[in-house]
T-cell receptor, first 111, second 113 residues
Framework: GEDVEQSLFLSVREGDSSVINCTYT??????LYWYKQEPGAGLQLLTY???NMDMKQDQRLTVLLNKKDKHLSLRIADTQTGDSAIYFC???????????WGAGTKLIIKP | KAGVTQTPRYLIKTRGQQVTLSCSPI?????VSWYQQTPGQGLQFLFE???????NKGNFPGRFSGRQFSNSRSEMNVSTLELGDSALYLC????????????FGPGTRLTVT
């Protein structure tokens, strides 16, 4: 079945790297996504990775995908206070046109 | 290019009433998906439309329905509102080919009293 799991909280110091992890159960997913949601706001697409890729880098963001372990991670380099938000991972399948979501990880930045 | 817009942004209704929410996708996007977000259940998929056809539906009762117009704008309707329908309703659009990038609107905050 489809299931996506994330830790609920992550606390890091400003300037450090944040690594947010996600595990999923269905290996037939086509894309895996990271979204950011700030308080009172909608969901912002940060990045996504096609399921046949291992890594994708975009400025301060690095996505790593380990298909064998069904593990996805998002690394944010030089974490800033503006990165405080809830980060959701999600997967999609070409067969059924929907996103399956994790519960979200709240990233807390310590000064 | 304008983003996904949703109207209204906030809505207060009473139990038993019905409500219609609207979503205008990014120009050129033909797929519109709807999601319900609540603190207890997280993000849950409602349905997805592509070129006026519903391609997939989540596990919601028949009180939740939607449609898409020829200009790709979409509406969702909830009839006989219940207190548990209070949520943030999010709409997302994408090109629809192979799914790919989905862009979300700001959401409609529905409160049922």
């Amino acid at each position: 079945g489809e299931d996506v799991e994330q830790s609920l909280f992550l606390s890091v110091r400003e300037g450090d790297s944040s690594v947010i992890n996600c595990t999923y159960t269905d290996s037939s997913s086509t894309y895996l996504y990271w979204y950011k949601q700030e308080p009172g706001a909608g969901l912002q697409l940060l990045t996504y990775i096609f399921s046949n890729m291992d890594m994708k880098q975009d400025q301060r963001l690095t996505v790593l995908l380990n298909k064998k372990d069904k593990h996805l991670s998002l690394r944010i380099a030089d974490t800033q206070t503006g990165d405080s938000a809830i980060y959701f991972c999600a997967e999609s399948f070409d067969s059924n046109y929907q996103l399956i979501w994790g519960a979200g990880t709240k990233l807390i930045i310590k000064p | 290019k304008a983003g996904v817009t949703q109207t209204p942004r906030y809505l207060i209704k009473t139990r038993g009433q019905q409500v219609t929410l609207s979503c205008s996708p990014i120009s050129g996007h033909r797929s519109v998906s709807w999601y319900q977000q609540t603190p207890g259940q997280g993000l849950q998929f409602l349905f997805e439309y592509f070129s006026e056809t519903q391609r997939n539906k989540g596990n919601f009762p028949g009180r939740f329905s939607g449609r898409q117009f020829s200009n790709s704008r979409s509406e969702m309707n909830v009839s006989t509102l219940e207190l548990g329908d209070s949520a943030l309703y999010l709409c997302a659009s994408s090109l629809g080919q192979g799914f790919g990038e989905q862009y979300f609107g700001p959401g409609t905050r529905l409160t049922v009293t």
